[in-house]
Nanobody, 123 residues
């Protein structure tokens, strides 16, 4: 497992941008696939984007073309650049790590989670 700490959340107006960061502990960050999930109260946690060890990315349909996931292995950090934000993007955003690249699209594959960072988009 790896320790994860998210940052960069906040309040932004509709149409604005935010960049989330997730810093990982340890020396083996490059061996983990990383995911960003989000959750609103009373609903399940949903995958937003993920990135493999080699940099292959995938997005949920509702954020495609607006969000970009990236990683900097030298800094042990994964980012989520969010643009053209909408009120429905309001949620707590979590980053997660897994060594299971085969199952990296599934929440159950992730065994390390951050504490979450709140993103609120006002209309």
């Amino acid at each position: 497992q790896v320790q994860l700490v998210e940052s960069g959340g906040g309040l932004v107006q509709s149409g604005g941008s935010l960049r989330l960061a997730c810093a990982a502990s340890g020396n083996f960050f490059r061996l983990f696939a990383m995911g960003w999930y989000r959750q609103v109260p009373g609903k399940e946690r949903d995958l937003v984007a993920n990135i493999s060890m080699g940099g292959i990315v995938d997005y949920s349909d509702d954020v495609k073309s607006r969000f970009t996931i990236s990683r900097d292995n030298a800094k042990n950090t994964v980012y989520l650049q969010m643009t053209t934000l909408k009120p429905e993007d309001t949620a707590t955003y979590f980053c997660a790590a897994t060594r299971n690249i085969v199952e990296m699209s599934k929440e159950l594959a992730y065994d390390s989670w951050g504490q979450g960072t709140q993103v609120t988009v006002s209309s």
